[in-house]
T-cell receptor, first 113, second 113 residues
Framework: KAGVTQTPRYLIKTRGQQVTLSCSPI?????VSWYQQTPGQGLQFLFE???????NKGNFPGRFSGRQFSNSRSEMNVSTLELGDSALYLC????????????FGPGTRLTVL | EDQVTQSPEALRLQEGESSSLNCSYT??????LFWYRQDPGKGPEFLFT???AGEEKEKERLKATLTKKESFLHITAPKPEDSATYLC??????????????FGKGTKLSVKP
C-alpha cells in the first residue's frame, strides 16, 4: 500500500506571495492533518480535516488555511508569506478520527526569501 | 497546558552501547503516546503507540515503556543505522487539543561505529 504523498517536495517563494501544498493520504484513510516543523518550535499542529470538514485547528494565524476534497486529498494554503513561514510542512493521515496512529508523508520544504 | 519534554536533546553512543531516551508529559487525559523516528529531510516514521501505564512494546533493538508521567525508549546494542531523531508525541483524550498530536522537540541520536 502506498504511503502518504506530498507535492511539491521543495518550494521557494518570496515574501508576500501565496503557496498551495498538496497531500494525498494512504488509500482508505479519511483524515488528514497538517503540521509545521521548524528547528526552533519543532512539530506544531496546524489543522485536521475529515470528510471535507475542518475538525480541529492549531494556534496559527488565518493566513494558514486548508481544505479536503471528496477523495480525501487535501491542500494547504499560506497567503502573504513571511520569512518565518520557512519550514518543513508535513501531512499525516489516519483511517478515521477514532483511529489513533497517524502516518506522515515526506513533507514539503518551503523556503521564503 | 498539554506539553511534552524530551531529554537529552542529543545523545552520542558507541555501537553496542545501550541507553535510554526520556519523554515526560502532561496531558488532559492521555489517549495515546507515540514514538516516531525521523531521518534528515524525511517525514517521521511511526514506531510505537502506548496507551496505558505499564505497557511495553518492542521492535528489533527498540523497546518503549510507559508510566503515568513519562515514557522511555530503550535502545539495546545500537547500530549506526539507528542514528536519527526520535520524536515523542501525545494525544489528549479531551480538551482543546483533543485528537491532534503534541510533539516534544526530539532527541538526536548518533551511533558511531
Amino acid at each position: 500500500k502506498a504511503g502518504v504523498t506530498q507535492t511539491p517536495r521543495y518550494l521557494i517563494k518570496t515574501r508576500g506571495q501565496q503557496v498551495t501544498l498538496s497531500c494525498s493520504p494512504i488509500s482508505g484513510h479519511r483524515s488528514v492533518s497538517w503540521y509545521q516543523q521548524t528547528p526552533g518550535q519543532g512539530l506544531q499542529f496546524l489543522f485536521e480535516y475529515f470528510s471535507e470538514t475542518q475538525r480541529n485547528k492549531g494556534n496559527f494565524p488565518g493566513r494558514f488555511s486548508g481544505r479536503q476534497f471528496s477523495n480525501s486529498r487535501s491542500e494547504m494554503n499560506v497567503s502573504t508569506l513571511e520569512l518565518g513561514d520557512s519550514a518543513l510542512y508535513l501531512c499525516a493521515s489516519r483511517f478515521l478520527l477514532s483511529t489513533d496512529t497517524q502516518y506522515f508523508g515526506p513533507g514539503t520544504r518551503l523556503t521564503v526569501l | 497546558e498539554d506539553q511534552v519534554t524530551q531529554s537529552p536533546e542529543a545523545l552520542r553512543l558507541q555501537e553496542g552501547e545501550s541507553s535510554s531516551l526520556n519523554c515526560s508529559y502532561t496531558v488532559s487525559g492521555l489517549r495515546g503516546l507515540f514514538w516516531y523516528r525521523q531521518d534528515p529531510g524525511k517525514g517521521p516514521e511511526f514506531l510505537f503507540t502506548l496507551y496505558s501505564a505499564g505497557e511495553e512494546k518492542e521492535k528489533e533493538r527498540l523497546k518503549a515503556t510507559l508510566t503515568k508521567k513519562e515514557s522511555f525508549l530503550h535502545i539495546t546494542a545500537p547500530k549506526p543505522e539507528d542514528s536519527a531523531t526520535y520524536l515523542c508525541a501525545v494525544q489528549a483524550g479531551y480538551g482543546g487539543s483533543q485528537g491532534n498530536l503534541i510533539f516534544g522537540k526530539g532527541t538526536k541520536l548518533s551511533v558511531k561505529p
